[in-house]
């Protein structure tokens, strides 16, 4: 029988509907329960893309043994972390806390009142390796709830008083400058890794963040380093397994420091933050191979990862059938030479395999390979590459696919809405652009709603019922910016205008610190506040890049004070934690640029237009548009006339603005960093 799943619509959730276990999902109800009964609470996160959050459930919870237990001694609550990052991420630092490390799937024991005392993460069905069976676990938890309950009480108070104890004021007196920006700079190429790119060791992810700060700094200072470092990165990336050879898009993260083996998920928010990014680095550098990467990876959403409401899904699943039916991790996308032979003739499945590495040892399990590029520059046949991909990725296509977590994110959304926007501007794609407006539709008319407060998720079209948090608010305000600035339809503005209105009411504390969750938010242990880029922008860097964008459009002083408060975090942490905060400095750089104001009175789309859209200026805003009522779209616009009836330019930065230009190749110049 169905348990209480079988109402939601996440994903994740409605994928443990038909377990023996009882779960509920997370509300107060489960917890009045536990308080009824007298029990300890249960709390499982993961997410529906999680390979071990599936193998847990196969083993433990379809178990009728298992679950009948967990039934009688426990209230189970079940969360997607996606739907409900405050939740995670409050019971994720208290893991972390505890044991040193965490990730998913997350098993916390909680008293009735939602106080962590005992933690996990995936734990077997028997025992192994030193880790107690999910059953001994269990039974622990429950003899000690049972007989040592004032124990258990004294854990748990003093668990949720450490956690209380670690608010940020907000990290740092005044904005980053260039000392700051220098020491960042300095670990990143300490951390830099010559060889293959990227940053650290196995197992890798791509840096899309940091590669954006080291783009803007190269444009702002002309380092040189920075650059190469960026541009090597990502070449590697995109000649790698990490990236998907036929269908274009980027896998989670290599397990490997070459990245020859992927994890094999597919997320939405990788997708759109570097494909983003390798059209800024086309923008930088004119390179070939990087606008084929962006503009693959901007087809790859659009194909593979947008619902039928014309919002992006969240991710593809790693694990898919293989040909024995059997569900393994990358069976969708590994090759042999057989079966290379199979799909092409002998003469072409042999120059598949040189050209994508494929051998018979196999850079995988079970003799397939990773589909790659070899470093070697040697000359290939462009059309026979192009024509041996086109039939490879045919042939895959009757492979069973990977599943789709198929709700729409609105943080991720903002996400993909700024780069398909970009990129399809940049390379003359009006469909990417258009796809961008409609998934942006999609969150003002689902997620909005009447009251100007954004919903977390939505499914088929149907709005979710957890509210947005910080990073909501950031990422999608900066999707209506990017809209904006591309679209010359001042109303994207006004959206975002709206939303971080919402940002300075509900989510900014004294001394300009954020946090994750509104003020009027439901209270959990702690109030969650992580200002550290990891995955996806920190809600409080994308909030003050938002900010400072918005700033520069309007003149208000609110929002760019507000942006500078928030950037107090990336002056204490881009000395000590590069890595983990690319988008905070990529918003220093834009504030240390001015951000410049870009104002082109003339048609959207036409030469100046586009020119400034091109400009790699940190962080510069655009806005275009003719006519009388260009600036009550754009406050940009206003007294900014054609000079001799022809399209005109004006750029200011710091109060203070250059000649007006009609020329392309002059503004090319101003905007050029």
């Not at 993961?46 to 001694?73: I, K, P, Q, T």
């Not at 998913?104 to 192994?128: K, Q, S």
């Not at 700033?551 to 950037?567: D, K, N, Q, V």
């Amino acid at each position: 029988m169905a348990n209480r799943l079988a109402q939601t619509t996440s994903p994740y959730l409605l994928q443990h509907a038909d377990n023996p276990v009882d779960w509920w999902p997370w509300s107060p109800e489960a917890f009045e329960e536990a308080r009824k009964r007298d029990v300890p609470v249960l709390l499982s996160v993961g997410y529906a893309s999680c390979h071990w959050c599936h193998v847990m459930a196969h083993e433990s919870f379809e178990d009728e043994s298992v679950a009948a237990y967990l039934n009688e001694r426990f209230v189970a609550v079940k969360v997607d972390r996606e739907e409900r990052p405050d939740v995670d991420a409050v019971y994720m630092e208290a893991v972390q806390a505890a044991t040193g490390h965490g990730g998913w799937p997350m098993t916390v024991f909680l008293t009735p009142d939602a106080e962590p005392f005992y933690f996990g993460t995936y734990f077997p069905p028997e025992p192994r390796h030193g880790s107690p069976s999910f059953q001994q676990v269990l039974e622990g938890v429950s003899a000690a709830w049972t007989d040592r309950r004032e124990e258990v009480a004294e854990v748990a108070g003093r668990i949720v008083a450490d956690l209380a104890g670690r608010s940020l004021a907000h990290g740092g007196d005044g904005v980053p400058g260039e000392a700051e920006i220098a020491q960042a700079l300095l670990g990143l190429t300490r951390e830099y890794d010559e060889q293959h790119g990227g940053f650290g060791g196995a197992p890798k992810f791509p840096p899309a963040m940091v590669v954006e700060f080291l783009l803007r700094h190269y444009a702002r200072t002309g380092s040189e380093g920075a650059l190469q470092m960026a541009a090597d990165t990502c070449s590697a990336m995109a000649r790698g397994g990490i990236y998907d050879q036929l269908g274009g898009g980027f896998a989670r993260y290599s397990v490997d420091r070459e990245w020859v083996v992927p994890h094999f998920e597919k997320m939405l928010y990788d997708n759109a933050l570097l494909c983003r990014v390798y059209a800024h680095l086309w923008r930088t550098t004119g390179s070939a191979e990087t606008r084929r990467i962006a503009l693959e990876t901007a087809d790859f959403m659009v194909r593979e990862l947008r619902t039928a409401e014309g919002g992006f899904a969240s991710a593809l699943d790693a694990d898919s059938e293989d040909r024995q039916g059997k569900h393994v991790e990358g069976a969708f996308y590994v090759w042999t030479p057989a079966q290379l032979r199979e799909v092409l003739g002998e003469e072409d499945g042999a120059f598949a395999a040189a050209y994508f590495g494929v051998t018979e040892e196999g850079t995988f399990e079970e003799g397939a390979s990773v589909l790659q590029l070899s470093g070697e520059a040697r000359p290939v046949d462009a059309g026979r590459v192009a024509d041996v991909r086109a039939r490879l990725l045919t042939a895959r296509e009757e492979r069973p696919r990977p599943g789709r977590d198929d709700k729409v994110v609105a943080a991720w959304n903002g996400l993909a809405i700024a780069a398909l926007a970009e990129t399809g501007a940049y390379f003359d794609r009006p469909d990417l652009v258009e796809r961008a407006t409609e998934a942006a539709d999609l969150l003002v008319r689902v997620h909005l709603g009447e009251v100007a407060r954004l919903t977390r998720t939505s499914k088929d079209g149907r709005a979710g019922t957890n509210a947005g948090v910080l990073e909501d608010y950031g990422d999608v305000a900066e999707g209506f910016l990017a809209l904006a600035a591309v679209t010359g339809e001042g109303a994207w503005l006004e959206f975002a205008g709206f939303l971080l209105d919402v940002v300075l009411e509900q989510f900014t504390g004294e001394g300009g610190q954020l946090y994750d969750t509104a003020h009027e938010a439901e209270k959990l242990i702690r109030r969650p506040q992580d200002p550290t880029d990891s995955a996806t922008p920190a809600g409080w860097t994308a909030a003050a890049g938002a900010l400072l964008s918005y700033a520069a459009y309007t003149g208000s002083e609110a929002h760019r004070t507000a942006a500078e408060g928030a950037l107090g975090v990336v002056k204490a942490l881009a000395p000590r934690a590069p890595r983990f905060i690319g988008w905070g400095l990529g918003v220093a750089e834009a504030l240390l640029d001015g951000p410049r104001e870009v104002a082109v009175a003339g048609p959207v789309g036409g030469e100046l237009h586009r020119t400034a859209l091109l400009g790699r200026a940190p962080g510069a805003v655009v806005a275009a548009g003719e006519g009388p009522g260009a600036g009550a779209e754009f406050p940009l616009l206003v007294d900014r006339p054609l000079v001799g009836g022809e399209p005109t330019a004006y750029v200011c930065r710091h109060f203070v603005c250059d000649a007006p230009t009609t020329d392309a190749g002059e503004l090319a110049g101003k905007l050029g960093g």
